[in-house]
């Protein structure tokens, strides 16, 4: 494996723009000629569908859902970031670029995050263009608000249902094309290889998850966006079915996975309430705007919250540790998310967390609503309000918030280069999937822009060029009567076959549960060296234990959710033991990836720029073989690398 | 909490299908429904059983995905909110619940709690989109909308597409669906120039895939979990009318 970011010559500001002039065309009238697959309809998938249909390349698409709209694109809350300057706040293409390299904690590449922050306008203008309702002003101007932290005001928004509405968008525009004939969508069909013929990727087998039925699709290239990993610690604010089995099957066939360790952990959730839940729900960031953060002072009265013995209302501010306003006095309660997620959890580590398991923190607008009025946050933050309510059963106007961090986002992802090709010549992968554009830690607003600009402005360039590359003569060319294909068909239906006829005693949700349990624990929010040891072993005896005590009821040939689990778990598994090798290989912190050997005499996180400045990328070599590790060095040219400070 | 769970089984779309009663016990009142539903899908698999097919993803009421009928009600007893959101303290301890899948001609059920909803994209499909090529598009702020306006086409546009309006409704109608989309789109600037297009092409899609005509009964506006309201539909009317008396006159509107 061989890595090459293809990162163009000249200055930041003219590599896209020059990029794009090398880029080979295809000429229009031959496009229909080539087969495209993309698998995905979130942002970045359906956004690419749609783009590359419009350009005149057949395209089918496939998703797990019964519909494309469902991606879980559709449950971001708070907004999209575009350095448009609407503001007047100082905003610009150069700092939006250079808050999302220092954000990421410097371990992003330049060139892929300058080219995002160009893009972040034209996204805005494409999906007002395509009915998206963002807010507006009374004077009908779209209106912005600040988010996670950043400086200026450039987040766009659409009540707290951005996701879905951008998501509707380009969900829109997928449906238009397919409407035309010019994208074949393939619902309830999960990916379940990647095939590759001659090493360039040409195809995939996918299960009809309502007929069982395994089959094989060809095409001239394939464009992976099927999201991120997050449910690989079981409880995570991700919807049920994410997964990462297509990205690892892919990694298996050869496509290098970078930064696997690099997890976000997003500090407002609601607190876990039992071992019988499913999901995280995530309440939006912005209630830091006006909330604050605080456990009892004392481990003896955040006991007595706990058992119910003590109101927290009734806790006056000396026997309160408002600890983010305390540890960060500029940021306060909008320091960064994995800052805040952090010193939760050493609240609680401390015995001052609160919540029946301990394991909560208050977010309180006693405060907020004294200097506003109720009336006022009711009209900021009235819907959230409702939602706690609805899923607690607590009144937050009247009894403090409680919140705790949850896995959220995944910075890791299938390694690309600036094409978003991937080590597998031919296989694209953009959005969440692909480890490009936040470094160590992702900003607030961030990924539905880079989902956006993946698939609307960066794919359909880049993927016409490998088309164009390839020739017309190869157009549509290799089918799947290609031997290569009922070679990884017979691999997928053989490892279908083996789960079903484990006939074990423990569910695949009950194995899924263990893995969570463990990742969470050793691979969380604070990471060593012993509890990474740990952990691997642990997850080989887990692994073993599966393919022999595993139990999936039911059949193949019909809708099985009880198979498709088990498929995804067995995946889960397997990339859980990379993650945390991923983890003990980079001996610092940064970002989202903490390692309590490497932090300040005050807690801060500690990175190691001389040793580790480089993405990690690691090549499978079969299974059970340690896998390699491959390093693509960053080079900071216009950037100064430095501490992160919130203080 | 304990229940009585009697559940709608169907092995296939071909298969016929009948309600099957099942125990639960212990159930926290914290927990979501569906949590309920994992809860007994574990048991049965415990049991070598093999477990109801239900479909969901968010589990926060946005995907759309979840569709179960609820004691008769789509998506629950509560106002607005959609099955994966329901608690079970809204339930009595020691209840009987009975669960079934969207019942709606157009919506056929492909095993136990799960049906197939395509026609709702296929009335997508046809028009609820507005054309702009990537690429193409002026900047943001070049159509001022105002904020009524705006707030007006978001309040439409938060139709998560679930169906329960259509298992609701005793025609089967998808009005309130294809309303939604259209009074969402044509009520923005960059919605108007397919307006009256979008509009003949939706309705007659929705009839083409079997959805019943609308006779203002209402239950779609009491089921739906996003409280989308009944003037969506007002809309769609006096649009679909104008487009009908143009392309009478033009071919193409
Ligand atoms: C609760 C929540 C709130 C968020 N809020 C924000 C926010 O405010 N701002 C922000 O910028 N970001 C936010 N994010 C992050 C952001 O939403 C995601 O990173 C982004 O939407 C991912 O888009 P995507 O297109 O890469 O993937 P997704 O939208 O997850 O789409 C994945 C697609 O791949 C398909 N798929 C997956 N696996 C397979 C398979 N094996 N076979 C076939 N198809 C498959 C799925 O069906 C789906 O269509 C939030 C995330 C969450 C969870
Ligand atoms: S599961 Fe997504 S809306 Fe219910």
């Known amino acids: 494996m061989k890595l090459n970011a293809k990162i163009p010559e000249g200055p930041l500001t003219q590599k896209w723009t020059s990029h794009k002039f090398n880029m080979k065309l295809v000429n229009p009238s031959n496009r229909r000629k080539y087969n495209v697959i993309v698998v995905g309809s979130g942002l970045a998938g359906g956004a690419a569908a749609a783009s590359l249909a419009e350009q005149g390349y057949n395209v089918s698409c496939f998703c797990y859902q019964d519909s494309p709209r469902r991606a879980h694109s559709i449950a971001a809350q708070g907004g999209i970031n575009a350095s448009k300057n609407y503001q007047n706040d100082g905003d610009s293409v150069y700092r939006l670029f250079y808050d999302t390299v220092k954000g990421g904690d410097y371990r992003a590449r330049e060139a892929n995050v300058y080219r995002l922050a160009e893009l972040s306008s034209d996204i805005i203008d494409q999906c007002v263009a395509n009915g998206v309702p963002f807010a507006r002003e009374y004077g009908g101007l779209l209106a912005n608000r600040s988010f996670g932290g950043a400086q200026v005001s450039r987040t766009f928004y659409a009540r707290g249902q951005t996701g879905q509405q951008l998501l509707l968008g380009t969900y829109s525009a997928l449906s238009r094309q397919i409407g035309l004939g010019k994208v074949t969508m393939y619902n309830r069909h999960e990916m379940l290889d990647l095939v590759k013929v001659d090493n360039h990727a040409k195809g995939i087998i996918v299960r009809n998850m309502v007929t069982g039925k395994v089959t094989s699709h060809a095409a001239d290239c394939v464009v992976i966006a099927t999201g991120g990993y997050g449910n690989v610690f079981f409880l995570s604010t991700n919807a049920q079915g994410c997964n990462v089995t297509a990205a690892f099957r892919a990694h298996k066939q050869g496509a290098g996975f970078a930064n696997p360790c690099y997890t976000q952990i997003h500090p407002t959730c609601i607190p876990v309430h039992g071992d019988k839940q499913s999901k995280l729900t995530l309440m939006s960031e912005s209630l830091r705007n006006d909330g604050r953060i605080w456990v009892p002072k004392f481990a003896e009265d955040a006991a007595k919250v706990r058992d119910g013995m003590l109101d927290p209302n009734a806790l006056s501010d000396d026997k309160r540790d ?326 | 909490m304990d229940f009585t769970l009697r559940i709608w089984r169907q092995k296939d779309s071909v298969s016929r299908g009948e309600l099957v009663e099942y125990k639960i016990h212990d159930v926290s009142e914290d927990s979501s429904f569906l949590e309920m539903l994992d809860i007994l899908s574990e048991n049965l698999v415990e049991d070598g059983k093999v477990p109801m097919a239900f479909d969901y993803d968010c589990r926060e009421g946005i995907c759309g995905m979840c569709s179960l009928t609820i004691n008769g009600i789509p998506h629950g007893p509560e106002n607005g909110t959609t099955a994966c959101q329901l608690h079970m303290r809204h339930f009595n301890d020691g209840q009987t619940i009975t669960i079934e899948p969207w019942r709606a001609k157009p919506f056929p059920v492909v095993k136990d709690l799960i049906v197939d909803r395509s026609p709702l994209d296929k009335i997508i499909q046809s028009g609820g989109f507005i054309t702009s090529r990537a690429g193409s598009a002026t900047d943001a702020n070049t159509h001022l909308i105002n904020k009524g306006t705006a707030d007006y086409a978001m309040d439409a546009a938060a139709c998560i597409g679930c169906g329960a309006c259509v298992a609701a409704c005793p025609n089967a109608s998808a009005m309130l669906f294809t309303s939604a989309k259209v009074a969402h789109m044509n009520s923005l600037p960059q919605g108007k120039p397919e307006k009256h297009r979008r509009a003949l092409a939706m309705v007659s899609t929705m009839d083409d895939e079997g959805f019943g005509g609308c006779t203002n009964i209402g239950e779609c506006e009491a089921a739906c979990p996003k409280n989308i309201s009944l003037d969506v539909i007002a809309h769609l009317n006096r649009d679909y009318s104008i487009a009908q008396v143009k392309s009478f006159f033009k071919p193409y509107v």
């Open chain 1, 322 to 647: 408002y600890f983010l306003e305390r540890k960060y006095p500029s940021f306060g309660n909008l320091a960064p998310r994995d800052i805040s997620s952090r010193a939760a959890k050493e609240a609680c580590d401390e015995g001052r967390g609160v919540a029946s398991t301990g394991l909560g923190v208050f977010l309180d607008f006693r405060d907020a609503i004294q200097r506003d009025g109720k009336k006022a946050i009711e009209e900021r933050y009235g819907n959230l309000f409702d939602m706690y309510q609805c899923i607690t059963g607590d009144n937050p106007y009247v009894t403090p918030m409680m919140i705790f961090p949850a896995v959220h986002y995944t910075m890791g992802g299938l390694w690309v280069d600036y094409n978003l090709e991937s080590t597998i010549p031919g296989m694209f992968v953009g959005g969440e999937a692909n480890f490009s554009d936040h470094g160590a830690n992702r900003l607030g607003a961030s990924a539905l822009m880079q989902g956006l600009s993946d698939g609307y402005f960066i794919l359909p360039y880049t993927v016409g060029n490998y088309l164009g590359e390839q020739g017309v003569q190869a157009a549509g060319k290799i089918t799947n009567e290609h031997p290569a294909f009922a070679e990884a068909e017979n691999r997928v239906r053989a490892r279908i076959d083996k789960l079903l006829s484990i006939n074990g005693n423990e569910s695949p949700r009950s194995f899924h549960k263990r893995l969570g349990n463990i990742i969470w624990e050793y691979c969380g929010m604070a990471r060593s060296e012993e509890g990474l040891t740990t952990a691997i072993a642990k997850i080989k005896e887990l692994r073993k234990d599966f393919w022999s005590n595993l139990r999936v009821v039911g059949e193949s040939g019909n809708i099985n959710p009880e198979l498709e689990r088990a498929g995804r778990v067995a995946d889960f598994i397997e990339f859980g033991e990379l993650m945390c090798r991923d983890a003990l290989m980079r001996e610092e912190s940064c970002g989202g990836h903490f390692r309590i050997e490497h932090q300040t005499e005050e807690g801060e996180a500690l990175r190691d720029d001389e040793n580790f400045t480089f993405t990690g990328v690691w090549e499978h070599l079969g299974d059970n073989v340690e896998p390699r590790l491959h390093k693509e060095e960053l080079i900071y040219e216009n950037v100064k690398l430095a501490t992160r400070s919130y203080k």
